[in-house]
């Protein structure tokens, strides 16, 4: 199978995403161990992301990506049930 650069550019971040994730996943391990909050931490995590991504792309990329998580968790697919199917 022949890849196309653009192929491959999907590949990779798919990749960084997931390592994201798992770099994510163990400081909320950390936190959490440490007696913080679920709440807390993910009110952190969002303002974290936020102020980052306003910095980087503008105010208007962040309430693109905002309402675009807003359609994403009103079709479910952040929902206990669907992630652990």
């Excluded at 390592?19 to 303002?47: K, R, S």
């Excluded at 974290?48 to 503008?58: K, S």
């Amino acid at each position: 199978m022949n890849m196309t650069s653009t192929d491959l550019d999907k590949l990779v971040a798919e990749e960084k995403k997931l390592v994201a994730i798992e770099y994510q996943n163990e400081v909320w391990a950390d936190g959490t161990l440490e007696g913080i909050e679920p709440e807390i931490m993910a009110e952190a995590a969002f303002a974290t992301a936020l102020v980052e991504l306003i910095r980087d792309n503008g105010e208007v990329s962040a309430l693109a990506l905002l309402e675009a998580l807003r359609e994403r968790i009103s079709a479910g697919e952040f929902s206990t049930n669907r992630i652990l199917q």
